[in-house]
C-alpha cells in the first residue's frame, strides 16, 4: 500500500494513546506517508470539513452532523494535587469545597475544560481557575511543583501517580467520564490508509 495518511491529534492523545498504535501502521506500511497535524479538538473538525486532513483522533464528545463518530476509550477527569496539598486527599471533597482550593485548568478553548465546565455548570458551581494552560504536561508539572490543585485527565497521568510525583484529590461527585475517538466526514469514503489505521486501533482496543 502507498499513499498518504492526514491525521489530526491533540498533543495529549499522541502522546499518551497514539503513539504505539501509530508505529503498527508504520511498521506494516512503510510506503504510506505520514502526515500528523497538532490542533485542538475544535480545530481539528474544522480541518477535516476542509478537507486538510483525513481523519482525527480527538476528545469527546464532538457535536456535528458533517462527522461520523467512532469511539476509542472512555477517560475520566480528576483532580490531583503535589505534596503542598496532600493532607487534603484523606476526606473527600464535594466539588463545591474543591473550587475553593487555587485550580488550574486547560485553556478555556480546549474541549476537556469545557466538557468539565459544563457539568459544573450544571451543578451551579462557576468554575474560576486561578492558572489556565496550554497543555496537559504543564497540569501535571504545575500541580507536581504546588502551584495548585490540576484538573487532569486519570488515563494519561499514571505515571506521575504511580511515581508518588502527584496524588488524587478524591471528590464525592465524580466528573462523568467521556472518551477519545475516530472524527471523519460521512460524506467522504475514509482512505485505504485510513481504513487500516482505524482497524489497527480497534483490534488493539478491544
Known amino acids: 500500500m502507498?499513499?498518504?495518511?492526514?491525521?489530526?491529534?491533540?498533543?495529549?492523545?499522541?502522546?499518551?494513546?497514539?503513539?504505539?498504535?501509530?508505529?503498527?501502521?508504520?511498521?506494516?506500511?512503510?510506503?504510506?506517508?505520514?502526515?500528523?497535524?497538532?490542533?485542538?479538538?475544535?480545530?481539528?473538525?474544522?480541518?477535516?470539513?476542509?478537507?486538510?486532513?483525513?481523519?482525527?483522533?480527538?476528545?469527546?464528545?464532538?457535536k456535528d452532523s458533517a462527522l461520523k463518530i467512532k469511539k476509542c476509550i472512555d477517560i475520566h477527569d480528576i483532580f490531583v494535587c503535589g505534596e503542598k496539598y496532600k493532607d487534603i486527599c484523606s476526606i473527600p471533597?464535594?466539588?463545591?469545597?474543591?473550587?475553593?482550593?487555587?485550580?488550574?485548568?486547560?485553556?478555556?478553548?480546549?474541549?476537556?475544560?469545557?466538557?468539565?465546565?459544563?457539568?459544573?455548570?450544571?451543578?451551579?458551581?462557576?468554575?474560576?481557575?486561578?492558572?489556565?494552560?496550554?497543555?496537559?504536561?504543564?497540569?501535571?508539572?504545575?500541580?507536581?511543583?504546588?502551584?495548585?490543585?490540576?484538573?487532569?485527565?486519570r488515563e494519561f497521568s499514571q505515571e506521575y501517580l504511580e511515581n508518588k510525583l502527584l496524588y488524587i484529590v478524591n471528590t464525592k461527585e465524580k466528573i462523568p467520564k467521556r472518551a477519545i475517538g475516530f472524527c471523519f466526514l460521512k460524506s467522504v469514503s475514509l482512505s485505504p490508509a485510513a481504513k487500516k489505521f482505524v482497524e489497527i486501533v480497534e483490534e488493539k482496543i478491544l
Not at 3 to 26: A, C, N, Q, W
Open 2 to 62: 502507498a499513499g498518504e495518511m492526514k491525521l489530526g491529534v491533540g498533543d495529549t492523545i499522541s502522546r499518551h494513546f497514539l503513539l504505539p498504535y501509530l508505529s503498527i501502521f508504520h511498521k506494516q506500511s512503510p510506503n504510506i506517508k505520514l502526515k500528523i497535524i497538532n490542533r485542538t479538538t475544535l480545530e481539528l473538525c474544522s480541518m477535516l470539513k476542509s478537507g486538510e486532513i483525513d481523519i482525527a483522533l480527538c476528545n469527546l464528545p464532538v
Open 93 to 153: 471533597l464535594h466539588l463545591e469545597e474543591v473550587i475553593n482550593l487555587p485550580l488550574i485548568f486547560l485553556e478555556r478553548n480546549s474541549n476537556s475544560r469545557q466538557y468539565v465546565e459544563k457539568y459544573m455548570s450544571s451543578m451551579g458551581i462557576k468554575l474560576i481557575p486561578e492558572i489556565e494552560l496550554g497543555s496537559h504536561e504543564l497540569l501535571l508539572e504545575f500541580a507536581r511543583y504546588n502551584f495548585g490543585i490540576s484538573c487532569v485527565v
